[in-house]
DNA sequence: AGATGTGAAATTCTTCACAGCG
DNA sequence: CGCTGTGAAGAATTTCACATCT
């Protein structure tokens, strides 16, 4: 159970709770949380569901709690250890926004072909020689890795990553990876998202997905 | 009709026949186009009946014509114009990504707010500081935006970019754009595709989506 | 034989609507 | 009252299965 699309809006929801908690907010109602997350609040409800959250029908849910009930359905308690493959512009663009992650995902290492990449550290991240890819992961227990190289060598670096004992891999070259089945691949495609979305702006026909505040500017919800 | 999930693979299905045709590749069968894409054939033949295409059993499909007939579904015989917003590492690995792009649609132009990143040519596409953006997307008619700036100012480029008569807009940063109706977003973050790879690496429940040639290595499947 | 094209079934996902609580 | 929690309805999507073609 807990299907991907499911998967998706909790982090989502985690994401905004945290930033609403920050802001000072201490409890929050479903459609708030809705409204923030672009979805309708019974989604949010029969999400909460699968969390396992009580909320209250006169304060709604407490928003640290919903947050921390989140983090233990998504098994997000331990620290997961990552690391990039490819320090070209699309890597350290990742490096630098990761570092301001919420906590539980730490990228611990950094892999390139380029000698002149190598060597140094980078947002906090130390970069290695892809030669070093295997005893690396295996001495620092790595279960998740970004592929962030060129198309060409995806395949071969992606096998690789299998080898040393990744489990998990966030794909951002435009290949299909053939990894084993116990391996899981997300990718995702920019070339693929950017043609989706031209595609959108020649039909105008809308998903009406946007807030109904048509018109409105840009302007954070405060809690 | 059409839905999101299948205009994805619509545009999935045509760059790999396009890959197909460049190895040499004439026809093609549901299931071998279903294997490079990793779905099932009866998906592949579903999605190709929303687009007027015939197959001949004995034949399978004309792999030219296929992607042909794709292409005219998704609207893809006239150019559009991509503009990019933000020029740092993200934005130029989009930049030199794109150039290899199927062809309809070009980066004509990128903004950036630091002057030292403008007035130039990158990857064949001109340079302006932000604040000739209204000027420069009237004048090139520019329809799509991609949002590659910082968190903190998506917010208030995308009210520009939406004044200046942008009608899709590809968002790279976390932020939730407030949009009018007419605008279509396509959020893609990927803070949200690193936790959720990061889930899956826990959870071994695997999805079984992908190739169920397990334990081999990757290979291009060659026409 | 082996493929396409497609109703119909099955499955998955989302929304409705309302009982029950504070 | 307005909100939560949830069974049930409803939509959307995928898969099955088979008639049909070559």
């Given at each position: 159970m807990l299907s991907?699309?499911?998967?998706?809006?909790l982090i989502v929801y985690r994401r905004l709770l945290n930033s609403w908690i920050q802001r000072g907010g201490e409890r929050i109602y479903s459609h708030e949380l809705a409204n923030l997350a672009g979805?309708?609040?019974a989604q949010v409800?029969?999400?909460?569901?699968?969390v396992n959250c009580?909320?209250?029908?006169?304060?709604g849910y407490l928003a640290s709690d919903l947050a921390d009930r989140i983090g233990e359905r998504l098994g997000t308690r331990s620290v997961r250890n990552v690391a990039l493959v490819g320090?070209?512009?699309?890597?350290?663009?990742?490096?630098?926004?990761?570092?301001r992650d919420s906590g539980h995902l730490a990228v611990v290492a950094a892999f390139d072909v380029d000698p002149a990449k190598t060597g140094r550290v980078l947002h906090g991240c130390h970069c290695y020689p892809i030669d070093?890819?295997?005893?690396?992961?295996?001495r620092e227990h790595v279960p998740v890795a970004i592929l962030a190289v060129s198309a060409s060598s995806a395949a071969s670096v992606a096998d690789r990553l299998v080898q040393a004992g990744i489990t998990a891999i966030l794909n951002l070259t435009p290949e299909h990876l053939r990894v084993p089945a116990h391996v899981r691949v997300e990718n995702v495609d920019l070339g693929i998202a950017l043609e989706k979305v031209a595609f959108y702006a020649?039909?105008?026909?809308?998903?009406?997905?946007?807030?109904?505040?048509?018109g409105e500017l840009n302007r954070v919800n405060n809690p």
């Open positions: 991907e699309r499911a998967i998706e809006r979805v309708t609040p409800r029969r999400d909460i569901m699968a009580a909320g209250n029908p006169a304060r320090i070209g512009n699309l890597g350290q663009a990742l490096l630098a926004h990761f570092v070093d890819i295997e005893r690396i992961i295996a020649g039909h105008r026909q809308n998903a009406a997905v946007q807030q109904p505040t048509a």
